[in-house]
């Protein structure tokens, strides 16, 4: 008895164990599920073709649900009916049928999954629309809504609205465009119509009132169930509006962020063990798109592929096939994990041994080669043998084919005349072309037949894999294939000739003719200053006694020296360089990068010549009386801003501090916007150029009392903390061509005429220029100038920058600055503080929840987040923050400060729970207009 007692304990255990070694599995060992699906004929839906091929909604459907379950689909039943189909599926004979509405009575015997099909009734917004959020309905509520006159959803927006309670302002238009129309425009918020039209621009807040149809299975067979529910929500965040897609063909919903699941991060971490490495397999007789060198694989189709691992994280080794027919055996055996260059179009593989692929990433098209003296259509056709192409659409019956050992053999055959035309894929044409420009051939791309290519992953493979591929294809940036293909049919420049590479970049040739001739406007210029300067002297020697005409004359001659000096210096400063940079450039053809490099210094001492030309013009211009005020309206406060805006990028790049302040009372003037922009430019110019970093450069503007009726005095004053002038030198400042150190010691470049332009205008103007300067200290300009008021209707009684807010609004206003850069932080301190703020600082985003949670609850107005900082990123930081347990912390207004500004990053912002998002650079009046939106909100 104690015998038979201690074995059943011992079986009982080895059953216990083998259970347990049963739930404990790697993700990449389970085995195919293989599921029995009614397959009951139905056009449109599921539909079996004279050759046996599949088609249909349903049967689509299953595809795309094969890639994110590791499920296998059986089809039967195609001659059944639908009450047949139902039955088998009641009675054990089939496992799932995919198109069934609910009813009570369906719901007493089958288990429904998540929704396959629906159309909706839909409300959008414009995409830039952060006031209204999905599913807030208070931020729905007095909407001006957009509604097609006679359109059934509109009906089924009343019912929704009442439900959830509500109100909007119904807009009637006649068509979907005058509806887009109004909502770009603004006239209306947002737009009700169904789903089945084309959303551009726009973002869908709402969907109600679907018409929807499932996937069902017996009640018992849940985790089938869970099985399909899980790979319809992967296809939902991966494929986009996919049931539109099937229905439609033109609808793209796709999420822009490459997201896994658990599940698919844990196959990803089962595939990225040394353990379980994936073996790829592709075919190589294809250069460019798959071959061999070295014995490395490479091409456009691994590119692709690596580029799509690296997203996914798995790394991966290649099994190299000796030749095409062994590739295509491994391919039936399953020898690899993955074949990456499987023709979705053609191949049958999935349907004859199983197996999985993923969506399509490159479609390759037949290009036809030939010679030009010959023309796209000859006799004499040249061929690889194991080409398989369709003879009777491509060539003529009297064709003669001439088969050879691969297709570079037979386009080798076309460029030295053995053969008129041969039939390649197009890149493959393209490259080839590009290796023989001088070889008088050109190519057709011919739009069938062509080849859509995908990975094939076979049975033995986990299909996730194939979803997690998928979602990467979809994510891969455009113009990273485009580098791919370029990358790989470019013409490679190692022996490449001189003339060869100025015949494809002229521009070079351009370039240095430009200078050429820029050069010699200059000495023609030059001739004609010289000219006048020697005509003005012996004018001079008439009226004035022969020592002060020798004086004048000695300073002239010393200032067309000095001239002549600079200006040597400067036009051969450039020109050497473009002579140098065009010697390096002959030297580094084969570099890409340093021949770009040298491109740019190149146009970057061809802009300094022309420069020297529009300065020499614009001067004789002057001088010569041509020149005359051309006046119009112009607002104060916009002009200021366009200075400011134009020059502050630069001045942050060299690490400059850049602060304006303006004061005025009238807003709108009379003026010439153009000349008074040159005064500006050129003075800020010197700013910017003679301030080193780490300096600061303030412009300020004042409206000075005017005694004079109808017009406004306004002064600006630009101050740096540069290099300075001496004070005899700022005596000479206004004289034309002269500079107080020439650019060899200064290191940097002019013509020393910018100020003598700023000083001609301003006195045309009526105006007063004033300069005060240190060696050392930095300089000081005060332009005072008198503008006519644009009718005094437009006077605005203010201090500072008119706008949509109110500046004594946010005095006493706190707000929490989390900025890790000190740069950034100053001058946001500074702006704000300006503005009225009280500003509190937090270095990262740590920082700033720990000061938000210590202070007193209403303590800090609002947050202005940045992004990217150490320890704790904005985002996670607003995230932890809408945690918060006390809630009126947690909902304090957060207003995202950053430089990531793609649309995005807008959307990232906003998911993380974000209020506003403003991009840096920042705008001084749209922040403000922002944050008094905010403050007004809470109020």
């Not at 001006?144 to 009637?172: H, T």
Request: net charge negative; glycine share 6%; proline share 2%.
């Amino acid at each position: 008895m104690k015998k038979k007692l201690l074995l059943c304990m011992m079986i009982f255990l080895m059953v216990m164990v083998q259970l347990q070694s049963g739930l404990v599995y790697a993700r990449g060992t389970e085995t195919v599920q293989t599921v029995r699906v009614g397959f009951f004929a139905f056009d449109g839906y599921h539909m079996i073709d004279e050759e046996g091929r599949k088609s249909g909604y349903g049967y689509e459907f299953l595809n795309l649900l094969s890639r994110y379950c590791n499920l296998r689909f059986e089809y039967i039943g195609y001659d059944k009916s639908w009450e047949e189909t139902l039955k088998m599926l009641e009675t054990g004979e089939i496992d799932l049928v995919t198109s069934a509405k609910k009813t009570s009575e369906r719901e007493k015997k089958f288990a429904f999954s998540r929704p396959i099909g629906s159309s909706y009734t839909i409300i959008t917004v414009h995409k830039d629309n952060d006031r209204i959020i999905s599913g807030d309905y208070q931020t729905y509520d007095g909407m001006r809504m957009g509604l097609l006159r006679g359109s059934s959803q509109n009906d089924n927006l009343k019912d929704f609205a009442k439900e959830k309670e509500f109100s909007y302002k119904p807009v009637y238009y006649d068509s979907v465009d005058q509806l887009k129309d109004a909502l770009k425009r603004g006239k209306i918020d947002a737009i009700t119509t169904s789903s089945l039209r084309e959303i551009e621009e726009e973002r869908v807040i709402e969907k109600f009132d679907a018409n929807l149809f499932y996937a069902i299975v017996r009640k018992e067979d849940t985790s089938l169930l869970d099985e399909i529910n899980y790979g319809i929500e992967q296809m939902d965040l991966t494929e986009g509006d996919w049931k539109n897609q099937l229905s439609y063909r033109f609808y793209d919903m796709e999420d822009n962020v490459l997201r896994f699941t658990d599940r698919e991060k844990e196959l990803i971490q089962f595939y990225a063990s040394d353990e379980h490495r994936l073996k790829v397999a592709c075919n190589v007789d294809r250069d460019p798109y798959s071959y061999v060198e070295n014995g490395e694989i490479k091409g456009v189709i691994p590119d692709i592929f690596s580029y799509l691992m690296k997203m996914a994280g798995i790394p991966f080794t290649y099994s190299t096939p000796e030749s095409r027919e062994q590739y295509e055996e491994w391919m039936r055996s399953g020898t690899a994990d993955i074949f990456i260059d499987y023709d979705s179009k053609n191949g049958n593989m999935v349907a004859e041994a199983g197996g999985v692929v993923t969506a399509d990433y490159l479609e390759m098209h037949i290009a036809r080669l030939f010679r030009l003296d010959q023309g796209d259509i000859g006799r004499r056709i040249a061929l690889a043998k194991n080409q398989k192409l369709d003879e009777d659409s491509l060539f003529t019956k009297d064709a003669e084919l001439i088969y050879f050992e691969n297709r570079e053999a037979a386009m080798d055959a076309v460029l030295d005349g053995r053969a008129d035309v041969t039939y390649v894929y197009s890149y493959m044409a393209q490259k080839f072309i590009n290796g023989h420009r001088n070889g008088n051939l050109s190519y057709t791309a011919l739009e069938e037949p062509s080849y859509a290519y995908c990975c094939y992953l076979p049975d033995r493979v986990n299909h996730e894999l194939a979803g997690i591929l998928t979602k990467c294809i979809y994510h891969m940036p455009s113009d990273e294939l485009q580098r791919i293909i370029s990358e790989n049919t470019r013409y490679r420049v190692e022996n490449m000739t001189l003339a060869e590479y100025l015949e494809l970049h002229p521009y070079i040739i351009l370039g240095i003719l430009a200078a050429f001739v820029a050069l010699t406007m200059i000495i023609v210029l030059f001739m004609k200053v010289q000219t006048k300067q020697r005509l003005l002297i012996q004018e001079k020697e008439n009226l004035v006694q022969m020592e002060q005409m020798a004086r004048k004359a000695q300073a002239a001659e010393r200032s067309k020296t000095n001239f002549l000096f600079n200006m040597s210096h400067d036009i051969r400063t450039p020109m050497n360089a473009i002579i140098g940079f065009t010697d390096l450039l002959e030297k580094h053809l084969d570099d890409k990068e340093c021949a770009r490099t040298y491109i740019k210094n190149i146009q970057t001492s061809n802009d300094f010549l022309l420069s020297i030309i529009n300065n020499v013009l614009e001067m004789a211009r002057i001088e010569s009386g041509k020149t005359t005020l051309d006046e119009s309206c112009c607002n104060v406060y916009e002009f200021n801003d366009s200075l400011f805006s134009m020059f502050d990028p630069q001045m942050r790049e060299k690490g400059i501090r850049f602060t304006r302040m303006c004061r005025i009372e009238h807003t709108d003037v009379i003026c010439d916007e153009t000349k008074l922009r040159e005064v500006f430019l050129n003075i800020l110019s010197n700013s910017l150029k003679y301030t080193p970093a780490g300096g600061t450069v303030t412009m300020k503007l004042t409206e000075l009392p005017s005694d004079r009726p109808g017009y406004a005095m306004f002064q600006t004053v630009i101050e740096d903390t540069g290099i300075g002038m001496s004070e005899e030198f700022i005596s000479h400042l206004f004289e034309e061509f002269t500079r107080e150190r020439s650019s060899t010691e200064s290191k940097l470049n002019g013509t020393g005429l910018g100020m003598p332009i700023v000083k001609k205008l301003v006195d045309l103007m009526q105006g007063n220029i004033e300069v005060e300067s240190k060696v050392g200290k930095g300089t000081r300009i005060t332009v005072t100038l008198p503008h006519r008021i644009d009718g005094a209707e437009d006077i605005i009684h203010q201090t500072e920058k008119a706008s949509d807010y109110d500046m004594v609004s946010f005095k006493g206003k706190r707000i929490l600055l989390a900025e890790d850069n000190e740069l950034n932080a100053e001058i946001a301190i500074t702006v704000l503080e300006e503005a009225g703020f009280e500003v509190e600082l937090a270095e990262d985003g740590i920082i700033c929840v720990d000061m938000l949670e210590k202070a007193d609850a209403g303590y800090y107005d609002l947050i202005l987040m940045d992004i990217q900082m150490p320890n704790m990123d904005g985002y996670k930081a607003t995230r932890t923050i809408r945690k918060l347990a006390d809630k009126e912390k947690a909902g304090i207004p957060i207003v995202a400060m950053t430089a990531n500004a793609f649309e995005e990053d807008k959307q990232d912002a906003y998911d993380a729970g974000m209020n506003r998002h403003i991009a840096k650079p920042i705008r001084v009046e749209e922040l403000m207009a922002a944050l008094a939106e905010i403050l007004k909100e809470e109020k």
